[in-house]
C-alpha cells in the first residue's frame, strides 16, 4: 500500500462531483405522466500536458480516476507516479493532466488507434494485443475459484445499490477482494465472517469500459495488485474487457452477461477465468476452467 | 429508389461472408459440459484510399454496408455516390474504400476525434453536435406515432431470429416503414393486412454503434429515406444513437433499455421522439409525446 510519504509520489487529484442522475418527464404508454430518474451522460476531455487527447462521455462518478485509469490501460503512461496531478473541472467539461517527464512519442501513438464496439469508450492503441502479457496458467492453487465465494459475490452485487438501480442506463464494475476469502474458505470447509469476499470499490459509468478504466485508477492510487482480485460487471465479455483485466492481472472476470467468441478466445490465450451468465447461483465458465472448484468437486 | 443506370452510380460493393458465431465448450456451476454458440467479434480495418482510418471491432454480418455507413455517420462523405468501391476481404480484415475524388480534409479530421461511451463503435468527430439540423415540430400529423402499430413492431421484433437469440452479446437495429401502416390505421379504425409495419432490415453487432451505422449503410443504398421509418434498437438510447436517428432523418428511435439524460436532452432538441423500456405493451416516452397517439386518446 502507499504511504503519504511515498516516492515517487502519487499524483494530486481534485474531488470533482456532479448530479449522476436528473429527473425527466416521461409518458407512459397508458398517457400518465410522472418524473424518472436517468442517469447523467457528460463529455470529459482530457488534455495531457495541454494537448488535447481524447473527450469521453461519461457519467462522472470518479473522473479523475477515470482520467488516470484511462492514460494507463491505453498504455500512455507506466505508472501513476509518472503523472503531477489530474484536475476535473466540469465547468468546462476537462481534465487537464500534467505528467513529471511528458509522454514520449504522445503524437505518434495518437496517429493509430483502433475503435472497438462491445460496449465502451472504445479507443485502445493498435498494438495493446502485442502489451499483454499471459498470466500465470490457470490451477488450482491459491488462485482457485470456489463456488460459494462466487456465488457469495453474485448475491452481494445484485442487492447493492446503485445508479443502475435507479436510473438504468449504466454498466458497473467491481474489483473483490477473494484471496484472503478462499483461503479461509478451504481451512474451515465454510464461509465465517473472516472468510467473506471483500470489495474494493464499486464503479457505474454509461460506458463499461470507463467502469473499468475507472477501476484501473482506483487500483493505482491505493496500490493494491489485481492478482488476489476478482473483476466482476455487468457488461459483456469482449476482447477489449479480457484485455483490461489480462493488464491489470486480475485472474478472474464474471459478468452477468455473456461473452463474444474473441473474448472467449483471448481468455483462454491469456488463461484468464472468464464466467458469464452468472445470477441465481448458476454461471457458464468460458475458460480457465482449472480454477474453479465446483459444488460437487 | 434506385435503379442500375443511376447517375452518378452507386458504390461497387463485395459481399463478404464470414460465419457469425462460433461454438465453444463451456463448464456450467453444475460441472456439465456443453457446446454453446458466442457470436463472433472480428477486427475491421477501413481504408481510405489507402489511408488507414480505423479498425472496427465488428460481428462481420454486413462489413460493406458498415463501411459505407460508418463513413456517412461521421460526415467524412455527404452522399454514397462519392465511392467508388467498397472491397472487404476477411483474410486480411480490411474493408478498402476508393473514392471517387478524394476526401478533403481527412488528415485533419482525424486529428480530432470524440470518443463515446454508451455500447458502442465510439468515435464520432468534434464537430458532429454542429452538423446535425433538428428534425420537423412532433405534431399529430402523417408522422404521429400510433399506439397498436408501435405495439405490433415491438411483438414483431421479439418473435424474431437472430443472433442474439442464438448466442447473445450482440446489439440489434432494425429500421421499419410505419407511414403506410399508420395511414391505414386510422382511415380503417384498426389494422389490415395493408396497414402492417414493414420491417426493412435488421442488424446485429458487438456495438449498437455498427448496428446503426450499418443500417445508415443499407439506407443509402436502396435510396430510403428516414422520414417515413421508425428506428428499433436493442441499445441504450445514449447522446450518440440519438445524434445518428437524427442524422439519418428518422424521427422516432425505440428501444427496449432506457436512456441516458443526454440522449433525452438532445432528443428533445432536435424534436426526435425517444421511447424506452419498451416491451409487453408498455413502453417510456422520454421526448416528443407529441407525436403520440396512445391507447387512451
Redo the contacts between chains.
Keep these: 500500500m502507499n504511504g503519504p510519504d511515498r516516492w515517487p509520489p502519487l499524483p494530486r487529484l481534485t474531488a470533482a462531483h456532479v448530479p449522476l ?2 429527473d ?1 418527464l ?6 400518465s405522466r410522472r418524473q ?1 430518474p ?6 470529459l476531455t482530457l488534455y495531457v500536458d495541454r494537448q ?1 487527447l ?5 457519467l462522472g462518478q470518479e473522473p479523475e480516476l477515470l482520467a488516470l485509469g484511462y492514460l494507463l490501460n491505453q498504455g500512455l503512461v507506466a505508472s501513476a507516479t509518472e503523472i503531477e496531478s489530474i484536475t476535473v473541472d466540469w465547468d468546462v467539461a476537462a481534465a487537464a493532466v500534467h505528467t513529471r517527464h511528458g509522454v514520449s512519442g504522445l503524437a505518434e501513438r495518437l496517429a ?12 485502445v492503441f ?1 498494438d495493446w494485443l502485442d502489451r499483454v502479457p499471459p498470466l500465470p496458467p490457470a490451477t488450482q492453487d491459491a488462485g482457485s475459484v470456489e ?1 460459494a465465494v462466487l456465488v457469495q459475490l453474485l448475491d452481494a452485487m445484485r442487492a447493492l445499490p446503485s445508479i443502475h438501480r435507479e ?3 449504466v454498466h458497473g464494475t467491481a474489483l473483490w477482494q477473494v484471496q484472503q476469502a478462499q483461503q479461509a474458505q478451504r481451512e474451515s470447509g465454510g464461509l465465517g465472517a473472516a472468510g467473506e469476499p471483500q470489495m474494493l470499490v464499486h464503479v457505474e ?6 467502469a473499468v478504466d475507472t477501476v484501473a485508477g482506483w487500483m493505482a492510487m491505493e496500490g493494491v495488485a489485481g492478482e488476489g482480485c476478482w473483476l466482476y460487471t455487468t457488461g ?5 474487457m479480457v484485455l483490461k483485466a489480462a493488464q491489470l492481472r486480475i485472474p478472474l472476470v464474471v459478468s452477468r ?8 478466445q483471448l481468455a483462454e490465450q491469456l488463461h484468464l477465468t472468464l464466467i458469464g ?1 452468472a445470477g441465481g ?6 475458460s480457465g ?1 482449472e480454477r ?1 472448484r ?4
Tied chains: 1, 2.
Excluded: F, I, K, W
Excluded at 257 to 264: H, I, R
Design positions: 442522475t436528473r425527466v416521461v409518458v407512459s404508454a397508458d398517457g424518472v436517468l442517469a447523467a451522460e457528460r463529455a488535447e481524447v473527450t469521453l462521455m461519461t493509430r488507434r483502433t475503435v472497438t464496439t462491445g460496449c465502451g469508450q472504445g479507443t493498435g463456488h436510473a438504468g442506463s459509468d454509461v460506458g463499461r469500459h470507463n459483456r465479455l469482449t476482447s477489449e452477461n455473456g461473452a463474444t467468441a474473441m473474448g472467449q451468465r447461483g448458476r454461471y457458464l465458465c468460458y476452467a474453479l465446483l459444488a460437487t468437486d
